[in-house]
């Protein structure tokens, strides 16, 4: 066995594990951090596959950022997940259809490696080998299609004005807490000597 | 794939109007962000500086070419156009400051949006590619649709931004439908291979279906009869500086990307989409006649009115002829130098108590109050009907002559008999500020208002004297590069 071969199934055994235990977790926060086992593991069978960018993409999106929005929304709506699972026998022959189908499906996609080896070589665009994954995005995006890149920037750009001029407003008498402006203070202008007469007091 | 052209700054200077729009649009932004104490007023005063510059650009150094691979072009046709939308853009912003306040835009973001807007327009107006054609497409709707709205405790206003918003996804779904038609049927998005895709290939049905929903597409957004829906309400809900810009630049630019498209992609199937045109021109025309008949509301009129106008700039294209693209641009110059004008009266009318006159009822008595706000608005419903020597008949005579000149006569005479119906309801605003009986005292009408009436009732009248020459010529070149 060589070595890429047993980090394939190393990673690959982790995937299927850690996503059964997704769906089979008693603790929904449990499964969400099996979630991002499987995103982990699934960005190692991409770096097996020569897909780098994809790989670090994966992390970093979606471990960095979807799984964790995942967690806080698991913790913060507390999800009575027991209620939800109460007529899952009922709707179970639905899944069962569903996953026939989709398992057809990867078979067909499979098999036409199988019986047609040289449909690969007949890509529309064809991977260069020459060429890294970042090269290769990277000439895309900021070379051949910048203008329609920074177009899309400039759409973003109106979303996020958009938006804020939309729904932002001002609220006027709020009292907010300024560090600064508190620490900066001396002891002159936040005390005041007074001389009390005796048997009189202010 | 080339990478020249991003290599050298010297290279890109056919996209300097655009690069400096952009790259001004921002620091406009983080200038008024950071800057403490500056007002609206100042940031659309830099706002209209930077479209001037961007004018001045395209104008004292031209620059023609294909950019970025293909997906940018700049040709005379594009600096026409690119010129009308720039310098619509800012005589909006112009006539925008006076009634800001009370409008709710009094807002930075306003002009920032104008901006980022115009930056939509020019490049939907250089689109060489269903993709730039797109995001351009988006750009420019999109900073509409959140200045339609900008006004957010005026309900009206609200529906305004929703209505636009929701049609204007619809439009943008129909029209991305029909480019992966098109590009699936030639295998290519450049609109200049698509030519030849078409000319190697006896015309499929699905092309055809493509280029349907192409068109469907962009006439939603210059407001062609049946896509028309939503331009009333929108038109009236806007607060009034908003519906002039909705008005002016956008519609030239939609304009100038439905040329682009059908002389350039479709050239060599021009009877196909003959016919559309045809359609969405009369449509146009004889809906707009008759439904504004009996509009109450003045900017449910001018909307009425730019419907109309679309479809009797329509009758030029569908000729599909030099002369008539030729026609097309010079009705657009001066389509958009009578909405300037027309809507710096509406935005300067207002009662002595500070309520803005939107009723045509509500104008009654302006001829003896304020004779030359009532004297601009006269001469400006005498050019939309199209009389001479006026601009608005010059701009229609062309286009009727590019018409006949195709032995597309039906078309011609449908057109003037609409443009007779029309004279009707352009003629009852004269009646009622000149004949009727005063209801309300007029307060003055502020400065750069005046002034936008005067260059603009100037340029109505002078027309054949002055940039009359000089403009049918620009029109000519910029027709010619296309065919």
Do not use: C
Request: proline letters at 3%; glycine letters at 8%.
């Amino acid at each position: 066995m060589t070595l890429p071969l047993f980090f394939f199934f190393v990673f690959s055994a982790i995937t299927v594990a850690s996503a059964l235990m997704v769906i089979a977790a008693r603790n929904p926060v449990h499964s969400v951090l099996f979630l991002i086992l499987a995103f982990v593991n699934a960005a190692g069978l991409f770096m097996l596959a020569g897909a780098e960018f994809l790989a670090l993409i994966l992390i970093v999106v979606y471990v960095g950022a979807v799984a964790v929005l995942f967690l806080f929304v698991t913790m913060m709506l507390d999800v009575d997940f027991a209620s939800l699972r109460q007529g899952m026998l009922q709707y179970a022959p639905i899944g069962v259809v569903v996953g026939v189908i989709l398992l057809l499906e990867l078979l067909m996609v499979a098999g036409s490696f199988v019986l047609a080896p040289e449909v690969t070589a007949t890509a529309m665009v064809p991977i260069d080998p020459s060429m890294s994954n970042i090269k290769a995005l990277g000439e895309l995006l900021y070379t051949r299609y910048i203008f329609l890149f920074q177009g899309a920037g400039a759409v973003l750009l109106v979303a996020m004005i958009g938006a804020i001029v939309l729904t932002l407003r001002h609220k006027s008498g709020v009292k907010r807490q300024d560090v600064f402006h508190q620490t900066s203070r001396t002891r002159a202008e936040a005390t005041e000597l007074v001389k009390v007469k005796s048997g009189e007091g202010l | 794939m080339s990478s020249s052209d991003v290599l050298s700054f010297s290279a890109l200077a056919p996209a300097y109007p655009e690069l400096l729009l952009a790259g001004g649009a921002v620091l406009v932004l983080l200038i008024a962000l950071f800057v403490k104490g500056l007002g609206h007023r100042a940031v659309a005063a830099l706002a209209i500086l930077l479209l001037v510059g961007a004018l001045g650009v395209l104008l004292l150094v031209p620059a023609d070419g294909v950019l970025f691979n293909g997906v940018f072009v700049v040709d005379a046709f594009a600096r026409f156009m690119k010129v009308l939308v720039l310098g619509g853009a800012a005589a909006s912003l112009l006539i925008a400051l006076p009634a800001a306040h009370e409008h709710g835009i009094d807002k930075f973001e306003y002009s920032v949006l104008v901006l980022l807007s115009t930056l939509g327009m020019v490049v939907m107006v250089s689109a060489n590619d269903l993709m730039s054609l797109y995001v351009g497409l988006e750009l420019q709707s999109l900073a509409l649709y959140v200045i339609a709205a900008m006004k957010r405790d005026d309900p009206r206003a609200t529906e305004a931004g929703l209505k636009y918003f929701v049609l204007g996804a619809l439009s943008s779904g129909m029209l991305l439908y029909g480019a992966s038609l098109v590009y699936g049927f030639t295998g290519t998005t450049q609109l200049d291979q698509i030519v030849k895709a078409v000319v190697l290939d006896t015309r499929s049905i699905g092309l055809v279906f493509g280029m349907v929903f192409l068109l469907a597409g962009i006439a939603f957004k210059i407001s062609a009869v049946p896509f028309h829906m939503w331009t009333p309400d929108v038109y009236e809900g806007a607060p009034t500086p908003v519906t002039a810009f909705l008005a002016a630049a956008p519609k030239v630019a939609a304009m100038a990307l439905m040329i682009r498209v059908t002389t350039v992609s479709f050239g060599s199937i021009t009877r196909d989409w003959q016919q559309i045109i045809i359609f969405l021109s009369i449509a146009s025309m004889v809906l707009a006649a008759f439904a504004a008949i009996g509009q109450q509301n003045l900017k449910r009129l001018l909307a009425y009115s730019s419907i109309g106008h679309v479809g009797f700039a329509l009758v030029g294209l569908s000729s599909g002829t030099t002369l008539g693209v030729e026609g097309v641009a010079i009705y657009m110059a001066i389509y958009v130098a009578m909405t300037v004008g027309i809507f710096a009266a509406v935005i300067g009318l207002r009662t002595t108590d500070g309520k803005p006159v939107e009723t045509i009822d509500g104008l009654s008595g302006l001829g003896q109050q304020r004779p030359f706000t009532a004297a601009i608005i006269g001469v400006l419903m005498f050019s939309l009907i199209g009389l001479p020597p006026l601009a608005g008949f010059f701009a229609k005579w062309q286009v009727f002559l590019a018409a006949v000149e195709q032995n597309l006569f039906v078309l011609a005479v449908i057109g003037v008999l609409a443009s007779a119906v029309s004279a009707f309801y352009y003629l009852r605003i004269i009646k009622v500020m000149y004949f009727d009986e005063p209801v309300a005292e007029f307060r003055a009408v502020p400065g750069e208002l005046v002034a936008v009436m005067g260059v603009v009732g100037f340029f109505v009248v002078s027309y054949f004297a002055t940039l009359g020459g000089p403009l049918a010529a620009a029109a000519k070149t910029a027709a010619e590069s296309l065919f």
